[in-house]
């Protein structure tokens, strides 16, 4: 096994016993997380350099993985161009449609919430005409774990 298997796996086995202890009361929820946290910054912080490495020496790596077409090491290594966008900004067209797309979502937002501070006629037009709220999606909860200066 290699030491880099051998300390994935130690690891893996520190943040399982984090869990282990939480969950069994042995260990506040709050002092697992924070370990577990600290462990998440030290992974994050390796993937950002391998990132790097990737970003910065990508040419290299493809023309080298180029010699081996049947694969190296059991990997296949292959460089994908990235995606094509186009930015619309300069499209005075496509400006004004935004602004007036941004109006629209701010009208409809404002009247799902005077609707939801419980004002019935919020929705309906000067015509008299019901329109429709906008669809309201949550997100996922989740924690903030910042250290406290």
Known sequence: MSKYSEMHIALQDEIMNLSHQAVEGELSNLDALIEMRKHREEFEKGLALIKDFEDTRINEIANEASQYPEGYRGFEIKMVNGRKTFNYKGVPAWVEAEENK????????????????????????????????????????????????
């Open 102 to 149: 941004k109006n629209i979502e701010e009208q409809y937002r404002l009247m799902f919430e005077a609707k939801a501070k419980g004002l019935p006629h919020a929705n309906i037009s000067e015509d008299g005409e019901e329109l429709p709220l906008p669809e309201v999606n949550y997100g996922k909860s989740y924690l903030t774990v910042k250290a406290k200066k």
